[in-house]
């Protein structure tokens, strides 16, 4: 199970074997330079655009086939990524970014597999191509990551730990440091990862989702003032997302600092309105609490119709209910909540009263 959950943390992990995209200016006039500044912006397909006239263009620059490749892999071309990363490393020998995008191109194809055991010929002929790069380059970090990350994904976790570790002694990056945590995290060592952690957003302070997945970690400690600071600490450097806003909510709630969970839940919803479920029932409890029933009744309603088979939210919101004087209201959902948890003593209580 720790290995799942490790997977699914990689499949939405960045690639760690990233080209830092080249300094502004006469990015115009280069449909390459171009394209990779769009690229590093999340513009993947108009970046796929410039990259293909870059290639077009000039078919001998290694550059523009790289990212053309690497574009592709975003916009899930991959059958044309693979062959353009074959045909990068079959001209281009010495190149070792050809290496590695033809790497990326077969654990992405490993990631798109319906049989994922099959599949893991794709993530064995990746290590293959990361062989052959290693002989072109036995120093470069980004090598070791990727490879980290594929012993990951086949549940090697002492070959995975130390290819980063090796990543790390060549190069230290916040994240290398971010994955070697996740892996730290999936064996149970949360100590080890708290450790990762630090180190990561140390170097990466502004990188809101290492703060989000750090105060995350830091809250499965029982560290929740160290999360929420955290989390603030982040919010001056760079306003919270919806995440990290749910997150710093969470932390407020452990606190009993309840006022300011209202706000960072509120916070958090009014970002992404169907995101977080659970904010909506933690903003109803925190609106019990301050005595504002009617609000806490509007938050547990759309917890309720968020996820209507969750007993405790039908539960919080029978209790708003209750406090309004909606008698009806109140028994309909207490009862909705006996059906889904039979024997809950605190629903069956408020029917007792009703």
Known sequence: MRWFLLALSLLAAPTLAQTPPPPAGQAQQDPLKMGVQLYALGRYEAALALFERAA????????????????????????????????????????????????EAYVALYRA?????????YLEQALSVLRDAEKINP?????????????ALLGQPDRAEEAFKKALSLQDSAEVRAALAELYLSLGRLDDALEQYAKAVALAPKDQD?????????????????????????????????????????????????KEAGVALENAV??????????????????????????????????????PKRAEYRYGLCLANEKLGDKEGARYQCQEALKLKPGYKEAEEVLRRL
């Not at 071309?77 to 045909?87: H, I, Q, S, T």
């Not at 120093?139 to 012993?151: H, S, T």
């Not at 995350?216 to 760079?238: D, I, W």
């Open 56 to 103: 077009k263009e000039n078919p001998q620059n290694p550059d523009a086939l790289y990212w053309l490749a690497r574009a592709q892999l975003k916009m899930g071309l991959l059958n044309p990524a693979l062959e353009n990363a074959k045909g990068l490393v079959a001209k281009n020998p010495r190149y070792i970014g050809g290496y590695m995008v033809l790497s």
């Open 270 to 307: 009014a970002l992404a309105p169907l995101r977080f479920p659970a904010a909506y029932y933690y903003l109803g409890q925190v609106y019990l609490s301050l005595g504002d029933y009617e609000k806490a009744r509007s938050r547990l309603t759309v917890a309720v119709r968020l996820e």
């Open 210 to 258: 290492l703060r989000v997945r750090y105060a995350s970690a830091l809250l499965l400690k029982g560290k929740a003032e160290e999360a929420a600071r955290v989390l603030e600490e982040g919010h001056k450097l760079k306003p919270l997302d919806a995440e990290g806003w749910y997150t710093l909510g969470q932390a407020y709630l452990t606190l009993g600092r309840t």
């Open 139 to 151: 120093r470069y970090a980004p090598l070791f990551a990727q490879r980290g990350l594929i012993y």
């Open 113 to 121: 597999s319906e049989d994922r055991e099959k599949a893991k010929a």
